[in-house]
C-alpha cells in the first residue's frame, strides 16, 4: 500500500477511467463495500502484466471480477486467466460481468475454496499468480 498521499494522488490523476464497464464495478463494489483492488494497485497490476505478457494467468479471489477483467485490458489475446472464488453470493455477479465485457472465452472461473481447488491445478503451470483471497489465509 502506497502511504505518501502526493504519490497517490498522482498516481490517481494518471488515468482519470477505467472504461465504463470497469468504472461501473468499481463504483458498485465500492457503494456496496465489495474488497477490490485500489486504483495504485490496478495500475501496478496492469503495468506487471503489460510487461510480462504472460500466456497464463491464475488469480486467487475473484470478488466480482473486477481484478480479471483489468488484466484482460492488458494481457496478450492468448492469455487466459483462471480465477478461484468461494464467495458463492459474488459468483453470478463476477460470472455476469466477464460475459458484459465478452471475455467469459478467456476467463474461467473455478468456485470454491482455493485449499481444495489448488490441488486439482497441480501439474498446470501459471506465468503470474495474483492472490487477492483473504489475507489471513495466505500461508495455507
Known sequence: MIVND???????????????????????????????????TAALLRTMVAALKPARILEIG?????SSLLM????????????IE????????ALEHFKKAG?????TLLAGDADDLLAGLKGQTFDLVFMDAAKGQYLH
Do not use: F, W
Open 62 to 66: 475473484t470478488a466480482v471480477g473486477y
Open 72 to 83: 484482460c485490458r492488458v494481457m496478450p489475446e492468448n492469455c487466459r486467466i483462471t480465477t
Open 103 to 107: 471475455e467469459e472465452g478467456r476467463i
Open 86 to 93: 468461494k464467495y458463492e453470493k459474488r459468483i453470478p455477479e
Open 6 to 40: 502526493r504519490i497517490t494522488d498522482y498516481i490517481h490523476s494518471l488515468e482519470s477511467s477505467q472504461g465504463s464497464l470497469l468504472d461501473s464495478i468499481e463504483q458498485e463494489a465500492l457503494r456496496d463495500r465489495v474488497p477490490i483492488i485500489r486504483r495504485e
